[in-house]
């Protein structure tokens, strides 16, 4: 008797905790949907990860993460989906970790990502992106492929956008890519190479006066000129 009144209780404890769950669940829903029609991003991010702790799901994870890399918090996106590379991690999954591990200047491990994405897909933005992490790991027989792909398959209303001023600009991803191929030869032989990093630099500028990073590069170019 003992044994059937345990039995008894144990299931209709049971019963009552997949009930709470479920209302949960409906509740954080609910609440998600809300928050996304106020444009609340926290309260979205509050809403998912009480949804994944109640049903786990790989897909909210990285939607997760997405959203935090998305508002630069760039050390949560990864806490939330991890540094490592998978072959089974989804192209949303790889791009935030690309992205934020670039962020984070960690270019090495940030080009493992930035590479699988290219593999997928391969396309001028991502040749850039990857280009510009080589030259900074000094892999400049990489850049040089990546920058070449890139010159071979842009097109002329392509454009990427730069943060070194105070005021985020865009300029043509053209531009940007005779940008990088300048720094290229210049840093494969900073003395023989000055001249044609300097009318590579050109280049791009004739393409947009305005692009003031390489305007910039120019400067320092015929600085190490003069000198």
């Known amino acids: 008797m003992k044994k059937i009144v345990l039995l008894l209780l144990v299931t209709a404890s049971m ?4 009930q709470t769950k479920t209302e949960l669940v409906k509740h954080f829903e ?3 949907k809300q928050m996304k029609s106020q444009g609340d991003v926290q309260g979205i991010i509050n809403a998912m990860t009480h949804l994944d702790v109640l049903n786990p799901s790989q897909a909210r994870k990285d939607t997760l993460a997405y959203i935090y890399a998305s508002e630069g918090r760039n050390i949560e996106a ?15 999954n790889v791009e935030v970790k690309a992205i934020a591990l670039k962020s984070l200047n960690q270019p090495k491990r940030a080009l493992e990502h930035y590479e699988v994405l290219f593999q997928r897909q391969p396309n001028p933005q991502l040749a850039y992106e990857i280009a510009d992490l080589k030259i900074q ?3 400049l027989p990489g850049a040089k492929a990546s920058i070449e792909y890139g010159l071979a398959n842009v097109k002329d209303d392509m454009v990427r956008t730069y943060y070194e001023t105070q005021q985020p600009y865009q300029t043509s991803l053209k531009a940007g890519f005779l940008y990088l191929k300048a720094l290229v030869l210049f840093n494969e032989d900073k003395v023989a190479n000055v001249e044609s990093a300097l009318a590579t630099m050109n280049r791009a500028l004739a393409i947009d006066p305005n692009f003031n990073l390489a305007r910039i590069s120019k400067e320092a170019l015929l600085k190490i000129k003069k000198e």
């Open 15 to 18: 019963s009552i905790s997949a």
């Open 30 to 32: 609910a609440y998600y």
């Open 78 to 92: 990864l806490n939330t989906i991890g540094v490592e590379k998978n072959s089974t991690d989804s192209d949303i």
């Open 137 to 139: 790991t000094q892999d």
